[in-house]
Nanobody
């Protein structure tokens, strides 16, 4: 069992930055790929970024490439997402997820943290 708790969301002006954190419980954290998803009002949840558990490879949605950076610290059972040059369209609830299914169906989800970008 893995429990995920996100933090770091908030209100920021367009062009600003935020850093999201996700703290995971459990001893098997390094075995999971970790990812960030987001869901805006009236829209489906979408993939944002992920980092593998094996070699730290990172993956990004085209919409955030070059602006967001995902990283993990296995010693701290944590994953992070640095978000720069934020845009109003980045406004959403951001969820942390842990996965060992090839992202077919992530095993665990956090409760989400709100990010609001004002224009």
């Amino acid at each position: 069992q893995v429990q995920l708790v996100e933090s770091g969301g908030g209100l920021v002006q367009a062009g600003g930055s935020l850093r999201l954190s996700c703290a995971a419980s459990g001893r098997t954290f390094s075995r999971y790929a970790m990812g960030w998803f987001r869901q805006a009002p009236g829209k489906e949840r979408e993939f944002v970024a992920a980092v593998s558990g094996s070699d730290g490879s990172t993956y990004y949605a085209d919409s955030v490439k070059g602006r967001f950076t995902v990283s993990r610290d296995n010693a701290k059972n944590s994953v992070y997402q640095q978000m720069n040059s934020l845009k109003p369209e980045d406004t959403a609830v951001y969820y942390c997820a842990a996965d060992n299914t090839g992202w077919v169906r992530p095993n665990y989800w956090g409760q989400g943290t709100q990010v609001t970008v004002s224009s």
